[in-house]
Every structure is written in C-alpha cells, then in structure tokens.
C-alpha cells in the first residue's frame, strides 16, 4: 500500500474527528474505503480512530441506536480484516433545535468522561448559544467546539471564543480545514487560531482515502505548518485507549 503521509512527528496517538462509518447496507465500496483509512492511521502509529457521524435534524436516520448499531457492526469488519486499531465512535452534533431534546434525555453518544462534539452553524451565532452550553454543562458534559475556522462570526470574535473555553469548551481543528479543502480564508483562520494556541485537540475531519492525501500534500508537506502544530499542545492523548504498537507518528 502506498501512504499519502510523511513521517513528520506531531505525537498524536488519536484521530478524534474523522466521517468513515459506514451506513447499514452502504456501497462497500465505502466500507473498504473506510478500511484503507484505517490501515493508513495504522501504519502511522495511531492506536485509537473515533468514527464521528453527524447527527442533525435533517439525518433521522443517525440515532443513537442506529450509530452504535453500525458501530459493533465496523468493528467486527475491522478485526476481520486484521487492522489493529481501536475502532471508537463518538458523533458530531448539529447545533439546532433538536439538540436540546438531545441533551434532556441524555441521549449522546461521547468521547471518554463525557466530552461531546458540538458543531455550530457556520454563518449566524445562534441566540441560544450560551443557554444550550450551560445546559450541557449542567448535565456533566464537556462541549468541544468542532472546526472554529470554518464559523464566520467566531473564528476572529477573540471575546466569544474566551466566552466559551471560560464555560469550559475545547476547540478542535479540522486539518482537512488548514489543508485548504473549503477555501483560502478558511486556512488563514486556521492558522491564526493555531498562533493563537486557540485548539485544545486536533483531528482530520476527512472522509476518504483522498482528502488524506490532500492532507499530506498542502500541509504534512510544509515546515512551517509542521511547526505550528508541533508547537501546540494538543490533548488527543486523553481519547487513548490503548497503547500504540508502533511509534506514534500521526501523519
């Protein structure tokens, strides 16, 4: 197999924001493709791959049965095709009007103590937000504020983002994000939030084979990026579920 990525060392054991569960009857085109990320990470030395799929209102069909379903159902893909990394899932929610149901019936599927991916709308900061973050963490969880550099009012609004690490949010970065795939303004946010120690984790965000390689080649392909990132303390250490058999080399 040829890998897209470089042996630069960001220490990261984790992938804590990637889309490659499959759906219940998918084109296993799809499943295989999942796999192939899977060995990706493997072969660089990743341990644990959190699978993240959007929950929202406009997807009925990813319920928190359903996702895990489909969960237990990768995992045994997984093992059988010899891959030895932790399959984990957490999911990505959509900040809209089902969210606070959600968050009432305590029906989300998180990370390890409680820590929940939390996804605004990208354009409008929603009248709602620091209500429905208060609610969450009233009811013990842990927001984590998915993909900053994308959200048009929050990645240069240094007043709502010290706001929100106050109530007790992380930040994430996509790299898919900084790697240009949704425009050049989208990567100059990303890298200011980097040189402002903004993020708290890091995760791909990528959905295939492909966007990986773009991964590779606009960014793991660049000292200065490689520097950034290796400069910021991100905290992926703490999703970890087992040791790495090889020698931690994310990307």
């Avoid at 999911?91 to 959600?102: C, I, K, N, Q, R």
């Avoid at 620091?130 to 007043?159: N, S, V």
């Avoid at 991100?234 to 994310?250: L, Q, R, W, Y």
Wanted: with cysteine.
């Amino acid at each position: 197999m040829t890998n897209p990525f470089s042996r630069n060392k960001i220490n990261i054991d984790t992938e804590m924001h990637c889309h490659i569960l499959p759906t219940v009857g998918c084109d296993p085109e799809f499943t295989n493709q999942a796999l192939d990320v899977l060995r990706i990470f493997q072969y660089y030395g990743v341990n644990t791959v959190y699978a993240t799929p959007h929950v929202r209102l406009t997807r009925p069909s990813n319920t928190y049965e359903s996702i895990l379903e489909r969960a237990e159902v990768f995992k045994k893909q997984v093992a059988e095709n010899k891959i030895k990394v932790k399959i984990e899932v957490a999911a990505e929610y959509y900040f809209d009007e089902g969210l606070s149901d959600l968050i009432d019936n305590e029906n989300l599927i998180t990370y390890p103590e409680s820590h929940v991916l939390i996804e605004l709308p990208l354009r409008i900061k929603p009248d709602n937000l620091d209500e429905i973050i208060k609610k969450l963490c009233t009811k013990g969880y842990k927001p984590i504020i998915a993909h900053p550099e994308l959200h048009h009012y929050l990645r240069y609004d240094w007043k709502m983002i010290a706001d929100l690490k106050g109530q007790g949010c992380l930040f994430q970065i996509n790299l898919i994000n900084m790697a240009g795939y949704f425009g050049d303004d989208v990567v100059v946010a990303a890298e200011n939030l980097l040189r402002a120690k903004t993020y708290d984790l890091v995760g791909t965000g990528a959905h295939s084979r492909e966007q990986l390689r773009l991964i590779n080649e606009q960014i793991l392909q660049n000292r200065d990026y490689i520097a950034l990132l290796r400069n910021t303390k991100f905290k992926n250490k703490m999703f970890s579920k087992e040791k790495a058999t090889f020698s931690s080399i994310f990307f």
